[in-house]
């Protein structure tokens, strides 16, 4: 199984400003998506932002964008401007044509 | 984006019970699959499911669990004697094709064993 590693449990930021959330994964395939959902206190799963692993430009949604380093399998998340809606578990995740697995999440928080 | 239903939204059960999760279906998504996350905690893979067998299954997937798709309706996971531990939020997520979409996320089961 592929593994999806995010080692910041938790993460804060101060509402404006600018916060990155790291994610690395193992995979011996060239080809598959990976993804960041947001899970706020609802519980729902909403995704942010996704990246196909074929295009070297980064995806950017808003004021959310990714750092996508194929070589180094590192998939970080920028989130711009942050605001206090922001605030919520985050998941990176990744799927290949028969496998989808998440990190551990990180937990966000927005300062006023 | 396309809803995914999932019902219950929380049900209540007690231990040895059996419970039944159901995710309601698109008609053109082939792809489904079971996720629980237990206290908020990571998210973890159960089953995946493709033209009506189950394509790959983890660790955590014993004998305990069922999956299926009865006439191509809703596609269930059933848990035929609830152990505390499973109390957990169950995720039934799905998507249409091999690579083009991403997954779409139902809100959620909450199940709680007593």
């Known amino acids: 199984a592929q593994t999806v590693t995010q080692s910041q449990p938790e993460m804060s930021v101060q509402e404006a400003e600018t916060v990155t959330l790291s994610c690395t994964y193992d995979t011996s395939e060239s080809d598959y998506y990976l993804f960041w959902y947001k899970q706020p206190p609802s519980r729902q799963m909403i995704l942010v932002i996704r990246q196909e692993a074929y295009k070297q430009q980064n995806a950017t949604e808003n004021r959310f964008s990714v750092n996508f380093q194929k070589a180094a399998k590192s998939f970080s998340l920028k989130i711009s401007d942050s605001q206090l809606g922001d605030a919520a578990m985050y998941f990176c995740a990744y799927r290949s044509a028969d496998d989808m697995r998440f990190g551990a999440g990180t937990r966000l928080t927005v300062k006023p | ?114």
């Open chain 2, 1 to 114: 984006e396309p809803e995914v239903t999932q019902t219950p939204s929380h049900q209540v059960t007690q231990m040895g019970q059996e419970v039944i999760l159901r995710c309601v279906p698109i008609s053109n998504h082939l792809y489904f699959y079971w996720y629980r996350q237990i206290l908020g905690q990571k998210v973890e893979f159960l089953v995946s499911f493709y033209n009506n067998e189950i394509s790959e299954k983890s660790e955590i997937f014993d004998d305990q669990f069922s999956v299926e798709r009865p006439d191509g309706s809703n596609f269930t996971l059933k848990i035929r004697s609830t152990k505390l531990e499973d109390s957990a939020m169950y995720f039934c997520a799905r998507r249409q094709s091999i690579m083009n979409t991403e997954a779409f996320f139902g809100q959620g089961t909450r199940l709680t064993v007593v």
